[in-house]
């Protein structure tokens, strides 16, 4: 099982971005994807978790201002990022609770991407 994301980048305070983790591999079924991410000198946080029915949860400081969703015939969850800050720089990893092909269950972690909030 790999997790591909993409879609991070420079952009200016204030402004948005999306990133995209596409799952491919012997997937049977994927529970929760979620997104997370490390700033430098900090520890990984959750940003948000998304369930495979949708319901969804945020940490405090992007609640009203990410939005995560997920397409599962695509394998695919997203992170729409509005009014960025400074605070929102950091490395971005999506995460997904997977259900393998022979009854495997395990965790997997994305590449990470990097965003970066400067004027």
């Known amino acids: 099982v790999q997790l591909q994301a993409s879609g991070g980048g420079l952009v200016q305070p204030g402004g948005s971005l999306r990133l995209s983790c596409a799952a491919s591999?012997?997937?049977?079924?994927?529970?929760?994807m979620g997104w997370y991410r490390q700033a430098p000198g900090n520890q990984r946080e959750l940003v948000a978790v998304?369930?495979?029915?949708?319901?969804?949860n945020y940490a405090d400081s992007v609640k009203g201002r990410f939005t995560t969703s997920r397409d599962n015939s695509k394998k695919t969850v997203y992170l729409e990022m509005n009014s960025l800050n400074a605070e929102d720089t950091a490395v971005y990893y999506c995460?997904?609770?997977?259900?393998?092909?022979?009854?495997?269950?395990?965790?997997?972690w994305g590449q990470g991407t990097l965003v970066t909030v400067s004027s």
């Open positions: 995460n997904a609770d997977v259900w393998r092909v022979g009854g495997y269950r395990g965790e997997y």
């Open positions: 591999g012997s997937i049977v079924r994927i529970n929760n």
């Open positions: 998304i369930t495979s029915g949708g319901l969804t």
